[in-house]
């Protein structure tokens, strides 16, 4: 059998495999080392060769196999289409003539296309009641009365007119001539569909098939988005915006399968009322008051209205698939914050009577998982609070940043929905030493998590007290569980004594001990070597005394070296005449060590395997480029010729000019995939991770 002969099934399930071999379960630490010539994913702990291919891999595989025949072109689309990431102004401006069409007012185009899809659909069930052995005449009735149950029941009588509903064209018109843009395109499709299966229930009719791509979308981001670099004045970036709220909310309405976006300061002027709602309130399980601009209606459920009592609008957005993942990081404009004001005064907040009382608000968003708003700076406290908890369903929140206040950690704690993985409150001055222990050691959401950031630096310190870190460390029951993966307490008052306190953590991979200034070196040496010998990255910027490069900046590499590196990631020493016994590995998988600038340039060179790495910001680190992950297992002997190794020491003599994903100890949650504070993530998400100090 040839490659054309096959059935659409097994062309789609290749096309699927090529895509999911750009997503990897496995978290890799290491940035993404892409090898000379591609080879097949691991799907291990793999740094190199890597546990999945590149995201440009993957697209161009795809559009490779678009162009081999119609066959595959149809079973490649949907996932070329599926993860879109809007990198330039021009492409954005393409992608919506694409998906959302040049005139969303073009009346003609919105008959034109209904009347193709409900002819295409008449025929195609005509032609299955012939093959199923029915005569032509009956075929030829059945296909009338389609028509005339749609024009008569079925079809909105101000979509499609009457005059329209004649057989089609003979010649098929071009894709430009199928861009609908009803606002009940939706339940005219599903129209379509139940008209056929009414009138000959035992006969199967193909699904009517929409031309429209927004449908293949899941994944929206605005990661690589900028305009910086395009020679235009003042004026014309104010007066000529790319990203406008109404082409965004257009194209979002195309897009009913739409799981995760992402958005950056470079476009949150787009994010108004109607795109927030747009993105909010999707989805079956969504409960709000009926038409939100009516306050103090009977609150009901989006599910038990019926559609006489429901507007187009909101059947539509209830029959679009709910968001996932929402990343907000860094949307700070008065257009988003004004928007977010509306949307949660209007939905979202409690409901206060004329007479002084309060009725509580029963509105959930239980769809999202995940919530990114790191750097959302302009929120208010009692709005960010009032959004916050509308998420009923959150395993990854990222409020770093924020106004987040007391009052959102205890309302917060009380939920018994949410259930955390993954939780970071880096640099929230608002937030108290006791509202984060509590929240911590009596939350029901904190008992499951297991990527922890509570980062603090010297412009915002932490405010836990060494009595609530104690407290924390002995009772909280994340802590106490042992299967930490993430933790940073930069900044935290960390004691000897606390890290006495800690139970064995064998699965933690990222520790975070900045800004602690006090701390023995030596002590963290011992913590490491019998709680977490599992730690592969390690951050000591600003430090430990012995590390004080303004005090004795000569004594501070063999300080390093002789405390730290040798103990934890030097191999023990080993001798055999006859080679038969082999040689321990190091006590622990120490590899990555983040100091601050003054210390790197101390340590000049590096010392043997281990060099250093410097971000596309204010961030380094001290590496051993003899070290990493290789098919599952972390190896600490990598040769020189070894491609990992050579990639490590490109990126050390690259001395900073490196993109923004490369480094380790990511200082902002991944959301739109689920990897959280392990994740790694380019562009302006990558520049915040790993490039920026805080």
Same mark, same amino acid.
């Given at each position: 059998?040839?490659?054309?002969a096959?059935?659409h099934?097994?062309?789609?399930s ?11 379960n496995?978290v890799?630490l290491?940035?993404? @080392? *892409?090898?000379l010539t591609?080879?097949t ?19 161009? *595989? ?12 149809h ?6 289409w ?6 330039q ?13 040049s ?15 409900i ?8 032609r299955?009641a012939v ?8 075929a030829?009735l ?5 028509h ?5 029941h079925?079809?909105p009588?101000?979509?499609?007119p009457a005059?329209?509903?004649t057989?089609p ?12 843009k ?5 339940r005219?499709?599903?129209a ?5 299966q009414?009138?000959?229930p035992d006969v199967?009719v193909p699904?009517p098939?929409?031309?429209q791509p927004?449908r293949?979308v899941?994944?929206l981001? @605005? ?5 910086i670099g ?9 007066r000529?915006r790319?990203?406008t709220a ?6 979002l309405?195309?897009?009913p399968?739409?799981?995760?976006f ?5 476009m ?6 109607s795109?927030?709602?747009e ?8 409960a709000?008051?009926g038409?939100?601009?009516?306050r103090?209606r009977?609150?009901?459920?989006i599910t ?7 507007d ?18 860094g949307?700070v ?18 409901e206060v009577?004329e007479? $002084? ?7 959930t968003?239980?769809?999202i ?5 790191r750097?959302?700076?302009s929120?208010?406290?009692g709005?960010?609070?009032?959004f916050?908890l ?6 990854h929140l ?6 987040c ?10 939920s ?9 409150v880096?640099r929230?001055?608002r937030l ?7 929240f911590?050691i009596e939350?029901?959401? &904190? ?9 603090g630096?010297?412009t915002?310190?932490?405010?836990? *007290?060494e009595?609530?870190?104690?407290r924390?460390v ?6 106490q569980?042992?299967e930490?993966?993430?933790?940073d307490l930069?900044s935290?008052?960390v *004691?000897?004594?606390i890290l006495?306190a ?10 975070g001990?900045s800004?602690i200034?006090s701390l ?12 977490a010998?599992?730690?592969?990255i ?25 405390l730290l590196?040798?103990?934890?990631a030097?191999?023990?020493?080993h001798f055999s005449?006859t080679g ?9 998988r120490l590899?990555?060590v983040?100091l601050t600038?003054g210390?790197?340039?101390?340590l000049? &060179? ?5 060099k250093?790495?410097k971000?596309?910001g204010?961030?380094g680190w001290y ?9 599952g297992?972390?190896r600490?002997d990598?040769p020189?010729k070894h491609?990992?190794?050579?990639e490590l020491e ?5 001395? $900073?000019?490196?993109?923004?994903a ?18 790694r993530e380019?562009?302006?998400?990558g520049?915040?991770? @790993?490039a920026?100090?805080?």
């Open positions: 059998m040839s490659m054309a096959l059935p099934e097994i062309l789609s290749v096309c699927a495999l090529a895509y999911e071999a750009s997503l990897s496995d890799s290491d940035p993404l @080392f *892409t090898p591609e080879t994913p691991t799907a291990l702990p793999s740094s190199y060769p890597p546990s999945s291919w590149s995201e440009t891999t993957t697209r161009k *595989t795809l559009a490779s196999l678009c162009l081999v025949n119609r066959a595959w072109y079973a490649s689309k949907p996932y070329l599926r993860h879109i990431e809007i990198r102004p021009r492409s954005w401006l393409a992608f919506v003539e694409q998906v959302g069409g005139d969303p007012a073009e009346h003609q185009l919105e008959a034109t296309a209904e009347r193709l899809v002819s295409r659909a008449a025929s195609l069930a005509s299955a093959a199923g052995g029915s005569f032509e005449e009956s030829e059945l296909e009338r009365s389609i005339q149950q749609l024009l008569c079925t079809v009588h101000d979509s499609v005059e329209l509903l057989p064209a003979s010649r098929e018109p071009s894709p430009a001539r199928l861009r609908a009803s606002p009940v395109r939706w005219f499709l599903r379509v569909s139940d008209a056929v009414s009138l000959e199967y699904t098939d929409d031309p927004g293949h899941h994944h981001d @605005f990661n690589h988005f900028r305009t395009m020679r235009r004045s003042g004026e014309e970036a104010v000529s790319f990203v109404e082409r965004l909310e257009r194209v309405k195309e897009m399968h739409l799981g995760s992402g958005a950056t300061e470079y949150d002027g787009a994010l108004n009322k795109v927030l709602r993105l909010l309130l999707r989805g079956k399980a969504l709000f008051r038409q939100g601009s009516v103090g009977q609150q009901q459920d038990l209205q019926t559609d006489e009592e429901m187009e609008e909101m059947e539509r957005l209830k029959d679009c698939k709910g968001l996932e993942a929402l990343d907000l990081c949307c404009s008065s257009v988003f914050v004004q928007g977010l004001d509306e949307i949660v005064k209007e939905y979202l907040a409690d009577a007479d $002084g009382s309060t009725t509580p608000s029963e509105v968003i239980p769809s998982k995940r919530l990114g708003m750097g959302v700076t929120v208010p406290a709005i960010l609070t009032t916050v509308a998420f009923t369903g959150l395993t990222d409020l770093s940043g924020t106004r206040s007391p009052e959102l950690l205890a309302a917060l704690a009380d018994a929905t949410v259930q955390l993985k993954s939780f970071a880096a929230c001055p108290t030493s006791e509202s984060i222990a509590d911590l939350g029901l959401p &904190a008992r499951t998590i297991t990527q922890l950031s509570l980062y630096d010297g915002f310190i932490t405010p836990l *007290t009595m609530d870190l104690a924390i002995k009772q909280a029951p994340c802590f569980s042992g930490m993966e993430y933790l930069s935290c008052p *004691t000897p004594a006495e800690f139970v064995p953590h064998p699965v933690l991979r990222s520790l001990l800004h200034g023995p070196l030596g002590e963290v040496a011992k913590f490491i070597l019998t709680t010998p599992n730690v592969e390690l951050t000591l910027v600003n430090t430990s005394p012995e590390l004080a490069i303004h005090i004795a900046p000569r004594q501070v590499p063999l300080s390093l070296h002789t590196i040798r103990p934890l030097t191999a023990p020493f005449l038969s016994s082999a040689p321990k590995p190091p006590p622990t590899r990555v983040e600038v210390v790197l340039n101390a000049g &060179a590096g010392g043997e395997a281990w250093i790495v971000s596309k204010g961030r590496v051993d480029a003899a070290s990493g992950w290789e098919n297992s972390l600490r990598l020189p491609p990992m190794r050579v490109r990126l050390a003599a690259s001395n $900073g000019n490196v993109s923004s490369v480094g380790w100890h990511a200082r902002k949650m991944e959301v739109l995939s689920g990897q959280g504070m392990l994740g380019d562009g302006l998400y520049a915040v991770s @790993f920026y100090q805080g």
